[in-house]
């Protein structure tokens, strides 16, 4: 049933997407009151939360989440604009359809790790006396027999924890908002209570036999669950308990485990994001937080129907600091888009960049350091890749030259002789050689970014339009810690951007664009299977259907030589050398034919 | 056929003993020399291993088929008859000297391979040999007091896959004695003393640093063929810069080996770096020796090698002894509090620090006016996720203070946090470690880096206190770095250096430490480079030629400069002019060049191009075995046929 709406949804996406379904709004408009309603009622629900907010307002990335997609949800619904309501919508339903199973195992399960979360806050004075209270109630005999206690305690332990967790996510989480909630409010002003008396003993249970696990949340709960517990032993006295009380503990713990996995799949963040295309107009989105940049660029190149091509790329537009860049396929895009303030008027561009994997297209004109651009066959930049990505360490390009520094604070601009090395960027002090050794470190790459600055000829008067940034990705304002770089012309630039991409991520860059290029040939593949029409822009698509498969368009890409070579290899290489040799006898000068041999052995 | 006498010295019989003279014909062939020989003898030994070396002509005669007139052997001809496996002292990358048998008569490059099969080292062609720096006179009486491993009475062994037996190879697992050569050669040594590094030559230009490569012998003679004599020292490097197929499962000797053979180079200015990377790889030695010593005892514990049956028995000791009160008490809240001094570098302000009640909680330190106020709203909550830290200590000074860069989208945070004593600091710094990378208090690893960072702190202690004793405790930072920044820094000025650098790696297993160790060493520019003197057809001057694994490179002598690079993949062809010993290479576009070379061998020259594009033809071959011959006709030239 599930699938049947969202397959109906997406067919009315593709066949008129313009036209905006009266009933979706009223659902999202439903949806997004019920947040409204909940934003409030966790305002009220938190009043402690609100107050101990610092004074100075560090970033409290649980908050900017929450913010931030409440932010983009009403934007988006503001403008009205070619809202992609449709697929939202879509996605919507199926958190929906997952609350909805979940609710009710949640509901109890939830009392335990709120406690938990409870304690952490207000921890009573007395901790130390309830413990030596544990001790005594451990002395007695153990509740029940122990062949399932190890199974259930390690739920329990495990459920209680991972509550924990979700009881702190709550507040920002928009998929288990709900019922949650609404026990987080009654648990601050309940008391302790509520909680029955089975979950209390397992508790027990579960706080003692998984002691050494130091576990926080067992801890904690165990703090504040013991006077119970210590009267429940005593109504009980030394008896033990029967069965069916064990029997109902197991059943509660697998309960709590079910609930758990789905918590577990429900809570992770979705944000509701924005993307700008090439032609001023935007889609909206929700990614998933464990996503990826890849993974998020796929779908949108799913629903978009644009042409598959490398080139697609999420860039990230600092529209204050008048920067951009172009999000690398592995990184994490939701935790690139927590950096964003909330307040923030930088935009997320889905568009096309050549540079973004021009590195691996002409590798020569980036890997060997040359002033000129050159053209190199295919087989020789395989090598070259090859070589570069796929030894026991990275090679770094050996980038060096003079770059224009901009000063901290001013508008002026100083020449420096600049070297880049795997360990960072360096420069040579006034006065020295270029040894290494009286290199001055300029700064490590581990907690950079590299971004490409816009128009600085006129914003900071810088000496060219070509120019790079090196910032921490959370900085988002003018700071002293922002480097800024100026090259004479767009080649070195590029040169550079590229060679710090190579230093801070290695054999990454290189996996990414071997998943990307098999990506583009599949989606290829398949969109000649089904004859349906693309836009060019995909390289292989003169090929015949033949060589779809793409091991054997690679192959080709290596020319005549090397295909052979496969099959000749090594005993080729002995009768070349054996000739070789036979020549070489004769006029007393061996002469050695390697390319051949050389790259023969390299395919 | 006339019959005449053949005059053969037999070694065996003594130094003093006449050359024996037999009566041979021309059509004999070398197998019944020997024969005859033996008999003569009248010993009764195993002679498989003798063979006929021909002193004159410098050769051996090894073909037993052959007959005397074949191999031109005539009257006037002397002739030894001695073994063909003697022993060598040789020298390791990790300084060691190791005493131990190898083949006399057979190429070096195989001769390499047998050494390397003993000593458990994989692809033996990376490695060779090399003469030693001719030392000087007086050191004489030094020589004979270094420490000698043995392994002369250990067989070679034919088959290449090793057996283990206690975790080395069975040859090894003989007797203490040579199980004592097996950890010297798969656990990393100890640093060196300072003073020891400061004695030892160190190639101050790249003129010096061609002298070493002059020093190669030829891979495809044999050791008595260059006039290597019994009982020489000889020393045995990683010659080719490209590591092929490097596995810790298997290269516990090879990793080991690598890994002194790059930290001597750094500590030797062999290969130049700046004083970041220099500070790193002191702190990787620190950390590599440390974790060689704990490994040793750990093995030394008898059934405790194995981690899980390890933590086994301990989750046993907990759950069996412990009354759960003592668990309970001996259980640190996860979280910290304490009386910490605050300080924020602001413009134009000179206020100094000042002390509130801090509490670190998750990824985040809270602090708080006073310790009454903790259950209010803090002054201040500062989430460490993301945030760079850094160790401002002087134990000498009593300053324990953690520097945190906090991001912020308005920049950077600047806040240090000063401790009162090493305990304090080493719990803060370790929380705040682990809370950059997003790990609380809970995460498993912060005992050990707790106890990393006190073993650290110790160790500055030791250091400054009396900076000329050494145990196995405490290391002088000096030892850890090159002359050069030893000169420059007082080891109390080094340590908080490396102190630094260390934070960021001392949660590596020792394995990983090497690796990194390696990685970084690979990754300097320099890496990798091996050069010579030569003059360039045409050219008047001496030039350097740079021979890296993927292309050669030609240095301005006077500059240092890189003149030109050419790739080995635009390479067509080479040759050797052996007449005037110049070695033309032809690269794509009709690009040529030719060279002789100055102060080696033009042979080494030769087979040092050749050896790297032997070495690029393993990378896809499946198959273990080594291609002797493809590695011969691309390093001997026709000299080798």
């Known amino acids: 049933m599930e699938q049947f709406s969202d397959d109906e949804l997406d067919h009315a996406a593709e066949e008129d997407s313009d036209k905006e379904d009266q009933d979706l709004d009223k659902m999202f408009g439903a949806w997004l009151g019920e947040l409204d309603k909940l934003t409030k009622s966790l305002d009220d629900g938190r009043p402690e939360k609100v107050k101990k907010a610092p004074l100075r307002q560090e970033s409290n990335m649980a908050n900017m989440a929450y913010r931030f997609s409440v932010y983009n949800i009403n934007e988006a619904l503001n403008q009205g604009d070619a809202v992609d309501l449709d697929a939202l919508m879509a996605d919507l339903c199926s958190i929906e359809q997952e609350l909805s199973t979940i609710s009710k195992p949640s509901s109890a399960s939830s009392h335990l790790g709120l406690t938990g979360d409870a304690k952490v806050r207000q921890k009573p004075p007395a901790g130390r006396s309830h413990s030596t209270k544990v001790g005594s109630s451990n002395s007695r005999p153990p509740l029940a027999s122990n062949f399932s206690m190890d199974d259930i305690t390690a739920q329990l332990e495990k459920a209680s924890q991972s509550m924990d967790e979700a009881a702190r996510q709550t507040p920002y989480s928009s998929s288990t908002m709900r019922r949650p909630t609404s026990h987080h409010h009654h648990h601050r002003t309940g008391s302790v209570g509520t909680v029955t008396e089975h979950e209390v003993r397992s508790f027990v249970h579960s706080s003692r036999s998984s002691i050494n696990s130091a576990s926080a949340s067992s801890m904690d709960s165990l703090d504040i669950e013991k006077p119970k517990s210590d009267t429940d032993g005593l109504q009980d006295g030394q008896d033990q308990p029967s069965s069916e009380e064990e029997q109902a503990a197991k059943q509660k713990a697998e309960k709590i485990r079910v609930a758990l996995e789905k918590i577990k799949e429900a809570q992770v963040k979705k944000l509701v994001i924005r993307v700008h295309l090439s032609d001023e107009s935007s889609k909206t989105v929700m990614v998933d937080e464990r996503q990826t940049v890849r993974q998020v660029l796929d779908s949108l190149l799913d629903k978009s129907h644009c042409g598959y091509s490398l080139d697609w790329s999420l860039v990230e537009i600092i529209s204050e600091l008048q920067m951009e860049r172009i999000f690398e396929d592995h990184e994490n895009l939701v935790e690139n888009l927590l950096n964003w303030t909330r307040d923030s008027t930088n935009r997320l561009m889905f568009i096309e960049r050549i540079e973004k994997y021009a590195l691996f297209k002409n590798p020569q004109n980036y890997l060997l350091g040359r002033k000129e651009t050159c053209e190199m066959a295919d087989r020789n930049k395989e090598a070259l890749l090859e070589e570069c990505f796929c030894g026991s360490s990275i090679s770094v390009p050996e980038m060096e030259g003079v770059l224009w520094l901009k000063d901290d604070g001013k508008k002026s601009w100083k020449k420096r002789y600049f070297l880049l090395r795997a360990s960072g960027i360096y420069y040579v002090p006034k006065g020295k050689a270029k040894a290494s050794r009286d290199l001055v470190c300029f700064l490590q790459l581990d907690h950079v970014n590299v971004y490409l600055g816009q128009d600085y000829r006129s914003k900071y008067k810088a000496p060219t339009d070509y120019c790079m940034v090196l910032k921490h990705p959370q900085i988002q304002k003018k700071s002293q810690y922002i480097k800024y770089l100026c090259c004479d012309d767009v080649r070195t630039l590029h040169q550079w951007v590229n060679g710090i991409r190579i230093a801070k991520y290695g054999k990454l860059l290189y996996l990414n664009y071997q998943e990307a290029m098999r990506r583009t040939e599949a989606a290829h593949d398949w969109s000649s299977l089904s004859s349906s029409s693309i836009k060019s822009g995909s390289s292989s698509s003169s090929l015949p259907e033949s060589q779809s498969n793409h091991s054997s368009q690679s192959d080709s890409g290596v020319s005549e030589t090397t295909s052979s070579g496969h099959v000749r290899s090594q005993s080729v290489v002995s009768s070349i050398f054996s000739e070789a040799w036979k020549r070489g006898s004769q006029a007393d000068e061996p002469k050695v034919t390697i390319e051949e041999l050389y790259f023969s052995n390299l395919n | 056929m006339a019959a005449w006498d053949l005059t053969v010295t037999v070694e065996d019989l003594g130094p003093d003993a006449p050359p024996l003279q037999i009566s041979v014909t021309s059509d004999l062939h070398i197998g019944g020399v020997i024969l005859k020989l033996v008999e003569q003898t009248n010993l009764k030994r195993d002679w498989s291993d003798h063979a006929l070396w021909w002193e004159q002509k410098q050769q051996w005669l090894l073909r037993t088929g052959w007959t005397l007139d074949k191999c031109g052997v005539h009257a006037d001809a002397r002739l030894i008859f001695t073994p063909q496996h003697k022993p060598l002292r040789l020298g390791l990358p990790n300084g060691a000297t190791l005493k131990m048998r190898a083949c006399f008569s057979s190429p070096v490059f195989r001769t390499v391979m047998g050494i390397c099969r003993v000593l458990n080292l994989r692809h033996p062609e990376e490695l060779s040999l090399l003469r030693p720096v001719e030392e000087k006179k007086k050191k004489k009486d030094k020589d004979s007091s270094e420490e000698l491993y043995d392994l002369t009475d250990v067989p070679l062994t034919a088959g290449s896959v090793q057996a283990l037996y206690n975790g080395m190879p069975a040859h090894f697992a003989d007797s203490p004695k040579t199980e004592a050569v097996y950890k010297m050669l798969s656990v990393s040594l100890p640093s060196p003393a300072p003073e020891a590094i400061a004695k030892l030559y160190r190639p101050a230009s790249i003129v010096d640093k061609t002298h070493i490569h002059t020093r190669w012998l030829d891979s495809s003679r044999s050791l008595m063929q260059q006039g290597i004599q019994e009982n020489d020292k000889?020393?045995?490097?990683?010659?080719?810069?490209?590591?092929?197929?490097?596995?810790?499962?298997?290269?516990?000797?090879?990793?080991?080996?690598?890994?002194?053979?790059?930290?001597?180079?750094?500590?030797?200015?062999?290969?130049?770096?700046?004083?970041?990377?220099?500070?790193?790889?002191?702190?990787?030695?620190?950390?590599?020796?440390?974790?060689?010593?704990?490994?040793?005892?750990?093995?030394?514990?008898?059934?405790?090698?194995?981690?899980?049956?390890?933590?086994?028995?301990?989750?046993?000791?907990?759950?069996?002894?412990?009354?759960?009160?003592?668990?309970?008490?001996?259980?640190?809240?996860?979280?910290?509090?304490?009386?910490?001094?605050?300080?924020?570098?602001?413009?134009?302000?000179?206020?100094?620090?000042?002390?509130?009640?801090?509490?670190?909680?998750?990824?985040?330190?809270?602090?708080?006016?006073?310790?009454?106020?903790?259950?209010?709203?803090?002054?201040?909550?500062?989430?460490?996720?993301?945030?760079?830290?850094?160790?401002?200590?002087?134990?000498?000074?009593?300053?324990?203070?953690?520097?945190?860069?906090?991001?912020?989208?308005?920049?950077?945070?600047?806040?240090?946090?000063?401790?009162?004593?090493?305990?304090?600091?080493?719990?803060?710094?370790?929380?705040?470690?682990?809370?950059?990378?997003?790990?609380?208090?809970?995460?498993?690893?912060?005992?050990?880096?707790?106890?990393?960072?006190?073993?650290?702190?110790?160790?500055?202690?030791?250091?400054?206190?009396?900076?000329?004793?050494?145990?196995?405790?405490?290391?002088?930072?000096?030892?850890?770095?090159?002359?050069?920044?030893?000169?420059?820094?007082?080891?109390?000025?080094?340590?908080?250096?490396?102190?630094?650098?260390?934070?960021?790696?001392?949660?590596?297993?020792?394995?990983?430490?090497?690796?990194?160790?390696?990685?970084?060493?690979?990754?300097?520019?320099?890496?990798?480079?091996?050069?010579?003197?030569?003059?360039?057809?045409?050219?008047?001057?001496?030039?350097?030629?740079?021979?890296?694994?993927?292309?050669?490179?030609?240095?301005?002598?006077?500059?240092?400069?890189?003149?030109?690079?050419?790739?080995?993949?635009?390479?067509?062809?080479?040759?050797?002019?052996?007449?005037?010993?110049?070695?033309?290479?032809?690269?794509?576009?009709?690009?040529?060049?030719?060279?002789?070379?100055?102060?080696?061998?033009?042979?080494?020259?030769?087979?040092?191009?050749?050896?790297?594009?032997?070495?690029?033809?393993?990378?896809?071959?499946?198959?273990?075995?080594?291609?002797?011959?493809?590695?011969?006709?691309?390093?001997?030239?026709?000299?080798?046929?």
Request: one cysteine or more; glycine letters at 6%; aromatic letters at 10%.
């Open chain 2, 234 to 641: 000889l020393g045995l490097r990683f010659k080719y810069y490209t590591f092929h197929d490097m596995d810790p499962k298997y290269d516990a000797v090879r990793l080991t080996q690598l890994y002194e053979q790059a930290r001597w180079a750094i500590l030797l200015e062999d290969i130049d770096c700046t004083e970041e990377e220099m500070m790193l790889f002191g702190a990787l030695q620190y950390h590599i020796g440390k974790q060689s010593l704990s490994q040793d005892m750990v093995s030394s514990c008898q059934g405790m090698d194995d981690l899980e049956s390890a933590l086994k028995s301990l989750e046993v000791k907990m759950v069996g002894d412990g009354n759960s009160t003592d668990m309970l008490d001996n259980m640190t809240a996860p979280e910290l509090n304490d009386h910490l001094k605050i300080f924020r570098p602001k413009r134009l302000t000179l206020k100094g620090y000042k002390q509130y009640w801090c509490k670190f909680q998750e990824t985040s330190i809270s602090y708080y006016k006073s310790k009454e106020d903790r259950y209010g709203e803090p002054i201040q909550q500062l989430n460490l996720k993301g945030c760079e830290v850094a160790p401002d200590v002087n134990v000498a000074g009593q300053k324990f203070c953690i520097k945190l860069l906090i991001p912020a989208p308005e920049g950077m945070n600047e806040i240090y946090l000063r401790c009162e004593n090493e305990k304090q600091y080493s719990q803060w710094m370790a929380a705040c470690k682990l809370a950059s990378k997003g790990l609380t208090l809970l995460d498993s690893s912060y005992q050990s880096e707790v106890q990393n960072i006190q073993t650290f702190l110790s160790m500055q202690r030791s250091s400054s206190a009396a900076p000329t004793s050494q145990t196995d405790e405490s290391i002088n930072t000096h030892s850890l770095v090159s002359p050069r920044y030893q000169k420059k820094y007082k080891p109390k000025q080094l340590t908080p250096r490396i102190l630094e650098a260390y934070q960021n790696i001392a949660q590596l297993s020792l394995t990983s430490a090497i690796l990194k160790f390696l990685q970084i060493w690979q990754a300097l520019p320099d890496f990798g480079i091996s050069y010579f003197m030569v003059r360039f057809k045409g050219s008047r001057k001496d030039e350097v030629l740079g021979i890296a694994n993927n292309r050669l490179i030609r240095i301005d002598l006077g500059v240092g400069d890189v003149v030109k690079t050419w790739r080995y993949s635009n390479m067509r062809q080479w040759n050797v002019n052996w007449d005037i010993r110049q070695v033309a290479i032809e690269f794509d576009g009709n690009i040529n060049i030719a060279f002789g070379c100055v102060n080696a061998d033009c042979k080494v020259v030769h087979e040092y191009i050749g050896g790297y594009i032997f070495m690029s033809t393993r990378a896809r071959q499946q198959s273990d075995t080594l291609n002797e011959e493809l590695f011969h006709k691309l390093t001997g030239g026709h000299e080798a046929l």
